[in-house]
């Protein structure tokens, strides 16, 4: 029998035999903690293996990107208490400057196809974008990941799901994302590793790729990977990464737990009302839905593509009185792109606030939290109740955020 | 085999209602943790919980965000297992971390009401309810290590130790 992605991955990372249900011990290449989580590692560490050294320093990274830069004296603390374990340890910091580590790792080539990352980020399968195996975990599995560069795993079955038809704007790949949630709820990817098939998310950028995929986390999955990629996506990430992108293929005679088809012809913008990402709506649902403030970021939508897209949107116009948009990119890398290309004047001339890369709005804390009876529209991935304050939060792409920040309302952008 | 009030709830009960991201930066002691248990969806839980309680629910429970004080706070809240139709992988991956059992069945989570008593046999994998006894699925051998020493970083203390 052959095997799926993930059963490949996981298999050229242990000796032990991969095959779905099963518990193996994997190696690690590289393991990683945040600003959140990452106290909690340092303070169990020290605790358990006081200054002993950890299994490979160079493949162990803190990530800061929650609370960049701090706005809190907690926070302040939090990482100052990395920052000293990894002076003493010798661990590289990806410090308050840098932005989303999901992000910088494969900005940095240290998340690559086939590859293994762990981190304090429960989007950190967001790597399934580029081949790599990436998971979150807590702050005990990478203590130990980083004390012994090995976890264990619970190798998962693969869910193929292969997506017919083709959207075209205003719907992009964001409401691909939360129509494939909307029809997945949190059931049929439980526990599973998907792997996406069909021309629309073939032809995904990596941008695009990486909302589908950070979003497999809402769906209750492991991981999601596309299997498929065309020339322009190698080039990206090569461009990128600084490094070839060749991602595993499935052997053609893997074993799926299951086949699913989703026909994603015709799709109209997509929006996940409070409380709820699988409580997903067609636009029309929704609109009229008064809202306060937007935000336009995240590790599901802070790609510089993701900013151009509402740009677009918002250039040359302004957002409506009472309204506030807050426009985080994911990366210093980003910040540059936008600077570059003009993208960050038109953002800024319209009356967007611009904060400094990270996860913000969907951070506790940071770049504003919303009030009680305040409504957000947001690109993030949650909008669980008090995730980001006691408002209310409806998840939507870059281009609905421009457009109902411009209206004051939940509007399409076709309807300005 | 251990006796226990049950605290039941619905299907996809996330991290952020288990343990609320407001107090997440703070490194707290576990106990304090337990005091802030399921804050934000039954404020009596943590008032009225006792050591030996368990926590029943539905589908994808410990769903959202990473932390890992959702298991610590449980466990420290005295709560002696969580049984649910199924679990959110990262939860269970931090339960078993902590050395906090969570067990999966769908017939007992269906049978068991809030507030009654319900019995564990950890070693056979049975639950026994008002309404029968349901099993368990046992754990796989590895996990079931790491359960035993009360958590991986005891379960990593005595592998280290065993190899010196």
Redesign the interface.
């Known amino acids: 029998m052959g095997q799926t992605i993930i059963e490949k991955i996981i298999q050229n990372h242990t000796k032990e035999d991969v095959k779905p249900g099963?518990?193996v011990?994997m190696n690690l290449d590289i393991r990683s903690a945040r600003d959140?989580?990452g106290?909690?590692v340092v303070?169990?560490y020290e605790r358990?293996y006081g200054n002993a050294p950890l299994a490979e320093r160079e493949k162990t990274f803190f990530t800061f990107d929650l609370?960049v830069p701090a706005c809190?004296l907690?926070?302040a603390d939090?990482q100052q208490?990395c920052r000293q374990f990894a002076k003493k340890m010798g661990i590289k910091v990806f410090d308050v400057d840098s932005g989303i580590g999901s992000h910088v790792m494969i900005e940095e080539g240290l998340a690559q196809a086939v590859s293994t990352v762990v981190g304090?980020?429960?989007h950190l399968n967001i790597l399934g974008a580029v081949g790599c195996f990436g998971q979150?975990?807590?702050?005990?599995?990478i203590?130990?990941a980083f004390?012994?560069g090995k976890t264990?795993f619970?190798v998962p079955e693969t869910l193929k799901i292969v997506v017919k038809g083709d959207y075209a704007f205003p719907a992009t790949a964001k409401d691909l994302t939360l129509y494939v949630l909307k029809k997945l709820g949190?059931?049929k990817a439980?526990?599973k590793a998907v792997e996406f098939y069909g021309e629309a998310v073939k032809d995904l950028s990596l941008s695009g790729r990486i909302t589908l995929c950070s979003m497999v986390t809402e769906m209750?999955g492991?991981i999601g990977f596309v299997p498929e990629t065309s020339d322009s996506l190698r080039e990206e990430v090569r461009e990128l990464s600084g490094s070839e992108f060749s991602p595993l293929q499935p052997d053609e005679d893997s074993a799926y737990s299951d086949e699913l088809e989703i026909d994603i012809s015709g799709i109209t913008p997509q929006v996940a009302a409070p409380y709820?990402p699988d409580n997903v709506r067609n636009i029309s649902e929704l609109k009229g839905v008064k809202i306060d403030t937007g935000f336009i970021g995240s590790c599901t939508n802070g790609r510089t593509e993701d900013l151009a897209q509402a740009a677009q949107i918002l250039k040359g116009r302004k957002i409506k009185d009472g309204v506030t948009l807050k426009v985080v990119p994911a990366t210093k890398r980003v910040y540059k792109e936008i600077l570059e290309r003009g993208i960050l004047e038109d953002l800024f001339r319209s009356g967007a606030i611009i904060g400094s890369p990270g996860c913000s709005g969907c951070a506790?804390?940071h770049v504003g939290l919303t009030g009680e009876g305040e409504v957000q529209v947001s690109t993030g991935n949650?909008n669980?109740?008090?995730?980001q304050g006691k408002g209310q939060t409806y998840l939507a792409s870059p281009a609905v955020v421009a457009a109902s920040c411009l209206a004051g309302q939940i509007v399409s952008p076709e309807d300005l | 085999m251990k006796k226990g009030r049950v605290w039941k709830y619905g299907?996809?009960v996330?991290t952020?209602?288990i343990f609320?991201?407001?107090y997440?930066?703070?490194?707290l002691e576990p106990e304090e943790m337990a005091r802030h248990a399921l804050e934000?969806l039954d404020p009596d839980f943590a008032r009225k919980v006792k050591p030996g309680d368990v926590i029943v629910a539905g589908?994808?429970f410990g769903?959202?965000?990473?932390?890992?004080q959702a298991?610590t706070c449980l466990k420290h809240a005295g709560v002696q297992a969580v049984i649910a139709k199924?679990f959110?992988?990262?939860f269970f991956?931090?339960a078993i971390?902590?050395g906090l059992p969570v067990l999966q069945s769908e017939e007992a989570v269906d049978s068991i009401a809030t507030g009654e008593e319900i019995e564990i046999d950890f070693s056979s994998g049975k639950i026994k309810t008002k309404k029968g006894v349901f099993t368990f699925s046992p754990f796989?051998e590895?996990?079931l290590g790491?359960l035993e020493e009360g958590?991986?970083?005891p379960y990593?203390?005595k592998k280290l130790k065993g190899k010196k």
């Open positions: 099963k518990i011990w959140f989580g106290p909690n303070k169990n358990e609370c809190s907690k926070y939090n208490v304090t980020d429960s979150g975990m807590g702050d005990v599995d203590t130990f004390k012994t264990w619970e949190t059931h439980a526990l209750a492991i709820s506790e804390g949650r669980f109740a008090g995730k | 299907d996809d996330n952020d209602v609320p991201g407001k997440t930066y703070s490194v934000d589908r994808n769903c959202g965000s990473s932390r890992e298991a199924s959110a992988r990262i991956r931090n971390n902590q796989p590895s996990v790491i958590g991986l970083i990593t203390r």
